[in-house]
């Protein structure tokens, strides 16, 4: 078994639990695996060559196409390292609270070339946990 067989990445990616989005610098999606597909709606042949906003609720596009820029411009992300909880947007219209993780991905020199985030559900977890405070 050859490890760096590309090959072999695509499949630990499709058999992730969580979702993983890959988008180039300009946000646009390179990447999608089934799991994106189960959380968001979108199939990858629907989601790949879309710009990010496809699941970012309207509200929310200026900070994250601004933040976005930051994380590109400087190579450094604000949330790096952290799971951050936010809203995005499924196929149906559905709103959805998503627990996201971000890193970037360099190129050898160091250079931005694309962001990528895993995803999972947290609607319900939100719900009730604000049920509980409420």
């Known amino acids: 078994m050859n490890l760096s067989d590309p090959r072999l990445l695509q499949a ?3 058999g992730l639990p969580d979702a993983f989005v890959l988008a180039d610098v300009q946000g646009v999606i390179r990447d999608w695996n089934p799991a994106a597909q189960r959380l968001f709606g979108y199939t990858r042949e629907e989601a790949v060559g879309q710009n990010l906003n496809l699941i970012v609720p ?5 900070a994250h196409d601004a933040g976005f820029a930051r994380a590109v ?13 936010t809203r995005a ?4 219209g559905r709103k959805l609270y998503v627990d996201f993780a971000f890193a970037l991905l360099k ?7 694309g962001v990528y985030a895993t995803a999972r559900d947290a609607t319900e977890a939100h719900l009730k946990a604000q049920g509980a405070s409420a």
């Open 73 to 85: 411009a400087t190579g450094e992300l604000r949330v790096g390292g952290r799971i951050l909880r």
């Open 89 to 92: 947007s499924h196929k149906d």
């Open 107 to 113: 190129d050898a020199q160091g250079v931005v070339v």
């Open 58 to 62: 309207e509200r929310f596009r200026p």
């Open 12 to 14: 630990v990616l499709d």
